[in-house]
């Protein structure tokens, strides 16, 4: 990104106003604070931040980005993303308030759309007599987010009721409807790429009581609540090995409460990394380091 003028600060001004000429409801704005809009709340700019409220606005965000060849990360909710200091160096894509839909189909199936909330989505469905999506009520990313990273919990994951994906992307200008068995599902993965938008996806959940599923999410919340930290984090930082947890093996390093700058090891749960009010993104990449190498050192892992 660096080494492309058409991605400096320099010229973000010029791109957002191409851009904002050819979207219809969408905006485009320079040298917009991206750190900001993520749960660690730690960061710099973003040299375009765009966002979308229509489809046709992501074709024409993706004709401009091929046409300059221009780096672009789509940033959801921002509660999975760590943005450096010296910011990004290229258009960041977040969904607006148009994808953020629920609708309820035939055949216990549901559409919901790349920008909604998983948490009040769990509770839309569970009020709605669905059941099976209970466990998303504890993570605060976005259903695109949620499908990109197959992210789970609880003893469900996304895999368990997604079956069709509808994905823009941003490379091509070409909008695909992927199926469950293309998404290559496995654990905190998927086959969507950076440069893939999941605009809506369709997923088929059971038949539920609504009385017993909000008493399961309320179990959830209160489970969390005992477990994990609140503050400015990131939720889990390492995904965990076959056969064992990250937060064990940094615990059983002794590593609870390690500190380097504005960073620091949750003494709650191990595998959350805390930063404090303008802390630094620098020093939350070098406790993760340092957490990796002693790790290693302790256990091989």
Do not use: C
Not at 118 to 132: C, E, I, M, S
Not at 145 to 159: L, Q
Not at 231 to 260: E, H, M, Y
């Amino acid at each position: 990104a660096d080494s492309n003028p058409d991605a400096t600060p320099g010229r973000s001004d010029e791109i957002a106003r191409e851009l904002n000429a050819r979207f219809r409801s969408s905006r485009a704005l320079a040298n917009e604070p991206l750190g900001a809009l993520t749960t660690y709340r730690v960061g710099g700019n973003a040299s375009v931040l765009v966002v979308s409220e229509s489809k046709d606005d992501l074709f024409e965000l993706a004709a401009v980005v091929g046409e300059r060849n221009l780096p672009v990360a789509v940033i959801g909710r921002g509660s999975n993303l760590l943005v450096a200091d010296t910011g990004f160096a290229g258009v960041a894509l977040q969904l607006g308030s148009a994808f953020d839909v629920t609708e309820i189909l035939a055949d216990d199936q549901v559409r919901i759309a790349g920008a909604a909330s998983l948490p009040v989505v769990a509770r839309q469905l569970t009020a709605a007599g669905r059941r099976g999506f209970e466990w998303a009520v504890g993570v605060p990313g976005s259903l695109g987010g949620a499908v990109r990273m197959n992210a789970g919990g609880h003893g469900s994951d996304m895999a368990a009721s997604v079956r069709i994906a509808t994905v823009v992307d941003l490379a091509s200008g070409q909008t695909e409807e992927v199926h469950a068995a293309a998404l290559e599902f496995s654990y905190r993965s998927s086959s969507v790429r950076s440069h893939h938008v999941v605009v809506d996806a369709v997923l088929e959940l059971g038949e539920g009581d609504p009385a017993v599923g909000q008493a399961l999410l309320r179990e959830i919340v209160r489970w969390r609540r005992a477990n994990q930290p609140g503050g400015q984090n990131a939720g889990s930082v390492f995904t965990n090995p076959s056969g064992d947890s990250a937060g064990r093996l940094i615990d059983a390093s002794g590593l609870k409460g390690l500190r380097i700058g504005t960073a620091s090891v949750s003494t709650k749960h191990a595998n959350f990394i805390q930063a404090e009010p303008g802390g630094t993104a620098s020093d939350i990449v070098a406790l993760m380091q340092e957490v990796i190498r002693r790790v290693h050192d302790d256990h091989g892992i």
